[in-house]
């Protein structure tokens, strides 16, 4: 049962971060391909700092679960 319980702690850490990943590389990824979103949002770059640093924070997150935790998976 605790093994189990922590298995899906683990999982559901871990999906958490990769979900806020995905989101921001999916707005960045919109950012660099819709030229026509640059005119109409003057604060693009300080966006797209902002997602720049959730993505390494969302990285960093799930290379701290894996590196201290990640036996919890098998």
């Not at 990824?29 to 993505?55: C, M, R, W, Y």
């Amino acid at each position: 049962m605790i093994d189990t319980l922590k298995k899906n702690l683990y999982s559901a850490l871990t999906k958490h971060f990769e979900a806020k990943r995905e989101k921001a590389i999916y707005q960045l990824n919109l950012a660099f391909q819709k030229s026509v979103s640059v005119g109409e949002h003057p604060k693009i770059v300080e966006d797209a700092i902002v997602l720049t640093e959730e993505i390494a924070t969302a990285d960093e997150a799930i290379d701290a679960l894996q590196s201290y935790f990640g036996d919890m998976n098998d």
